[in-house]
């Protein structure tokens, strides 16, 4: 199956690249990218925030990629990488939420 033949978001009006999706997609990636080097330098102790902008990043790249290229892998690959994301997670921050609640209760 052929990008055109698989439109999608700005696609479906000028085809690819979608250069505003692009560039949503690009900011993603820097922003996981980021703040994956701020947890591992300063946050040691914060593995589930380091796993959630470790798959920030992976989301971007593949949202770029699949945004940029209209190729239907990178496609399944973005669709995927946020549906790990949600999987993994939310889960995680359930689990954190109730087992390590807040010290000061107004939070």
């Known amino acids: 199956m052929g990008a ?3 439109p999608f978001c700005e696609a ?5 690249p979608e250069f505003a999706s692009s560039i949503s997609a690009a900011v993603i990636l820097l922003l ?9 330098v300063h946050c040691r102790n914060a593995p589930v925030v380091l796993l959630l902008f470790s798959l920030m990043t992976v989301n ?3 949202s770029f990629a ?5 190729n239907p892998n990178w496609i399944r ?3 995927f990488t946020i549906s790990i994301a949600a999987v993994v997670i939310v889960p995680l921050l ?3 939420a109730i087992h390590h609640p807040a010290d000061d209760p107004a939070l």
Do not use: K
């Not at 479906?12 to 690819?16: E, F, N, V």
């Not at 996981?32 to 591992?40: E, F, N, R």
């Open 4 to 6: 055109s033949e698989f």
């Open 12 to 16: 479906r009006w000028h085809g690819y």
């Open 32 to 40: 996981g990218i980021l703040g994956s080097v701020l947890v591992a």
């Open 60 to 62: 971007g790249a593949a």
């Open 66 to 70: 699949a945004h940029f290229s209209g």
């Open 77 to 79: 690959m973005d669709e």
């Open 94 to 96: 359930i689990h954190e």
